[in-house]
């Protein structure tokens, strides 16, 4: 990903394409938005965020409704929100189902157990979305958030609340 023209803040490329993958990681369950050919279908999933591969994986069943999905329309939106410290992230990029056992294996987690009975379970499915681009919203935080809201208010100025950043592949 690298930095969109219309940045608005004083990050530059490299520390907003970190700053993406790092809340990205951090925040870990993500809203997985699919396109079914009429509306937008959104569902929360675990991210396995692997920077150095380029790659955010999945762990899903065989027949979810999205393996279909992506099949036809395979461009996903990925949505991470820390509402407690106004923290948000979206990632965009192709996304593709396939039965890779050996990296499901290596993704294997212990709370996997709750969905499978183990990483062999022949209904576990693998998708591996490739970022396109990502931006992200980065407050400091609410309390300041909500004095500079005040101070805002009171001054009649527009309040800095964080940072804004879009980056593109």
């Not at 993704?107 to 970022?131: C, G, H, M, Q, Y």
Request: proline share 4%.
């Amino acid at each position: 990903m690298a930095n969109h023209k219309e940045q608005e803040n004083d990050l530059t490329q490299e520390e907003s394409t970190d700053r993406i993958w790092e809340l990205a990681k951090q925040i870990d369950v993500c809203m997985f938005a699919t396109w079914d050919g009429e509306y937008t279908r959104a569902r929360p999933l675990s991210a396995r965020v692997h920077r150095k591969e380029h790659s955010i994986y999945f762990l899903v069943n065989d027949d979810g409704a999205k393996n279909d999905q992506l099949n036809r329309y395979p461009k996903v939106t990925l949505a991470w929100s820390d509402n407690s410290n106004y923290k948000y992230v979206t990632i965009s990029g192709p996304a593709v189902v396939s039965n890779d056992r050996a990296k499901t294996r290596e993704l294997w987690e212990k709370s996997d157990e709750a969905w499978w009975d183990n990483f062999d379970d022949p209904d576990i499915r693998l998708i591996t979305v490739t970022p396109d681009d990502g931006e992200l919203w980065d407050s400091p935080g609410m309390i300041l958030v909500t004095a500079k809201m005040i101070v805002a208010a009171v001054t009649g100025a527009r309040p800095d609340i964080g940072d804004n950043a879009k980056v593109d592949r």
